[in-house]
């Protein structure tokens, strides 16, 4: 794997990128492309396209968050969103049934 130091930043003396005095890191793309489920936050580093990188430590990859959208719920809340219109409908039709003179006892 071959790992570049990101724009704005260089290699020390520890053979670290760092950030250069007087410039600011690029902001993250919080943009999910392609349907991917996570997008990653920006860091100091950068993997060339050409890499054949698999599995193991992505420096090039910071902390990770889901995409927002429609996979970013879980099924307990499209469980609610589905079954609150029903529930209210029938305690609403509950309280018209029992008014209109049709239940008896």
Not at 43 to 72: E, K, N, Q, W
């Amino acid at each position: 794997m071959i790992i570049f130091s990101e724009f704005n930043h260089v290699k020390n003396s520890n053979d670290e990128c760092v950030l250069v005095p007087g410039t600011t890191p690029l902001p993250s793309d919080d943009s999910c492309k392609n349907g991917e489920e996570y997008w990653y936050e920006r860091t100091a580093y950068r993997l060339i396209p050409y890499s054949s990188c698999m599995d193991g430590l992505r420096l090039d990859r910071g902390a990770r968050h889901v995409c927002p959208g429609f996979r970013a719920h879980g099924a307990l809340f499209w469980l609610f969103v589905i079954l609150i219109p029903f529930a209210f409908t029938a305690v609403v039709g509950y309280y018209y049934y029992r008014r209109s003179g049709l239940a008896r006892g």
